[in-house]
């Protein structure tokens, strides 16, 4: 039996490295009561990496007030708080760190702001259109954005760029088994490149979820 090298293990855990983060995301909460709406996210491994506990995306105060979504861990820690600005249609929404109860969002805890291509009027996306824009930190959704998304979500075709260097950061597109058969809508790969927050980019998918879906009322509460 051949000895590996230390060297030769080296190089496959920096093969490894260099390799996009795939992930499965499934459209539907780990809580499989009627009426939940969430997400369960899955590692190349199948482990279980993120989760989305959502029981009603109609109700203000259901979630914990203003339509807030929770991105946790596969555990259940809690990492990022998503919520839509007031008064946007739910087409811009903010992320915060951790979680929070309704209206105790500290300014500080801001991790970027999202906003739909189009905060007025919805609609559907060719193949180049701008999906949604993201600006990270404290900044307002009207400075220059820090990323975009292009393609159409609906479809389960778009990339996520650097609005800076134009470099692709991650991929969202249809689930394929086998390279040959296609699954629904409600399961898609996320491939996201070396080197970016697989975190941060699923917290882009939940709220591309929000923003690209059908059309709400207004937020009163958030």
């Known amino acids: 039996m051949s000895r590996i090298h230390p060297d030769d293990m080296l190089l496959k855990e920096d093969a490894q490295l260099l390799r996009p983060a795939v992930l499965t995301v499934w459209k539907r909460s780990s809580m499989s009561f009627q009426g939940t709406d969430g997400f369960t996210v899955f590692d190349h491994h199948g482990r279980l990496a993120f989760r989305v506990d959502n029981y009603s995306r109609k109700s203000c105060c259901i979630t914990g007030g203003g339509g807030r979504l929770v991105l946790m861990d596969g555990a259940g820690k809690a990492l990022l708080t998503l919520k839509p600005q007031v008064l ?23 991790v970027f702001s999202m906003r739909s291509g189009s905060m007025l009027f919805h609609r559907h996306s060719s193949k180049d259109d701008v999906e949604a824009i993201v600006v990270m930190g404290h900044g307002q959704s009207d400075q220059t954005p820090d990323f975009r998304i292009e393609g159409c979500f609906r479809r389960r075709n778009c990339k996520i760029k650097s609005s800076t260097t134009g470099q692709m950061v991650a991929k969202i597109a249809r689930k394929r088994v086998n390279n040959k058969i296609l699954l629904g809508d409600d399961v898609f790969t996320l491939a996201v490149q070396p080197g970016f927050d697989t975190q941060l980019v699923m917290a882009f998918v939940i709220i591309l979820d929000r923003i690209c879906g059908k059309p709400f009322a207004p937020v009163l509460c958030s």
Do not use: F, H, I, V
């Open 88 to 110: 946007s249609m739910q087409y811009q929404w903010n992320a915060y760190r951790g979680e929070d109860k309704c209206g105790t969002s500290s300014p500080n805890s801001k």
